[in-house]
């Protein structure tokens, strides 16, 4: 019961959405993933259960009456615990970040701050989507950071990271109707958004081979992400509303994989594709939001 606990705050299948964006960010770079590209993924995956730990612990009053079943509020596991969590896991991805080189940490600071400000005072906000874009953004800048930490390099992965935001963005404005539903406009934009990327990132770039690739990813995308949002659109209940923003997480990680396909790494993105099945084996038997 306990490990299920953890699994349960932690948001276990929520973590393989976690990954792909430090590779995607490499990928940005146009470098090859290292030493120091899985010290940033380390890191990143630190500070993604630090926010998860945190979140839970800010809203263990709001849970009480709206989600009795989570690990805090159902007495699983202890408020204190699961602050010290958060505390443990922020120190130990600083200290992975620092590992990676001056630069990957001059990113992962940012990053820190802006998981520690969403969960304790933007999240309930209108800069709370804005904060949740933006830690995802740093999340894939991180990966460049650390992989090609000179001078500059960071600069290219903008645009990659600007991608994964605008998807982080919808869904977060989505996510925010996840227990009383009765709002078609968020899952609509979240929809229309998706179509946008999908549009972008299918626009022909590279050879044949890595174009197929990428269209094959950008599909995926698109399938997972497109239907529950459409019918959250159609039928804005709590119960679709959680769906469509389970569908927005599980979308996180072909969307990432066509990132790299797009930068022209199919060894990466291929990879990062890999990791679509084994988040959905777990989202079988812990909730992902």
């Known amino acids: 019961m306990t490990v299920r606990a953890w699994a349960e705050l932690l948001r276990l299948p929520a973590l393989f959405t976690v990954p792909g964006d430090v590779?995607?960010?490499a990928a940005a770079v146009s470098a090859r993933p290292d030493r120091r590209t899985l010290l940033a993924v380390g890191s990143s995956l630190c500070l993604y259960e630090a926010g998860m730990a945190l979140n839970d612990w800010a809203d263990r009053d709001?849970?009480?009456?709206e989600r009795p079943h989570r690990p805090i509020?159902?007495?699983r596991i202890q408020p204190a615990a699961a602050l010290a969590a958060a505390c443990a896991f922020t120190v130990a991805g600083l200290a992975l970040a620092s590992r990676a080189g001056?630069?990957?940490l001059a990113v992962a600071t940012p990053l820190a701050t802006t998981v520690w400000a969403y969960d304790l005072s933007l999240k309930h906000t209108p800069a709370g989507p804005a904060a949740m874009a933006a830690a995802r953004g740093l999340d894939l800048l991180l990966g460049?950071?650390?992989t090609r930490p000179a001078s500059g390099a960071t600069r290219r992965a903008l645009p990659s990271a600007a991608l994964l935001s605008t998807h982080t963005l919808a869904l977060t404005t989505v996510s925010r109707r996840e227990t009383t539903g009765g709002a078609a406009l968020p899952p609509l934009a979240a929809l229309a958004a998706t179509g946008a990327l999908s549009f972008f990132l299918s626009r022909p770039r590279a050879a044949a081979a890595r174009d197929l690739?990428?269209?094959?990813l950008t599909a995926a995308y698109a399938a997972t992400a497109a239907r529950p949002y459409l019918h959250a659109a159609l039928n804005p209940s709590p119960p679709l509303t959680q769906r469509a923003v389970g569908g927005g997480i599980r979308a996180t990680i072909p969307l990432q994989a066509a990132l790299s396909a797009r930068a022209g790494a199919p060894v990466t993105a291929l990879l990062t594709a890999a990791l679509a099945p084994l988040a959905a084996k777990f989202a079988r038997k812990v909730s992902v939001t």
């Open 23 to 25: 590779l995607a960010g």
């Open 62 to 65: 709001e849970d009480a009456g």
């Open 73 to 75: 509020p159902s007495g």
């Open 102 to 104: 001056r630069p990957a």
């Open 144 to 146: 460049a950071a650390a």
């Open 213 to 216: 690739l990428r269209t094959a």
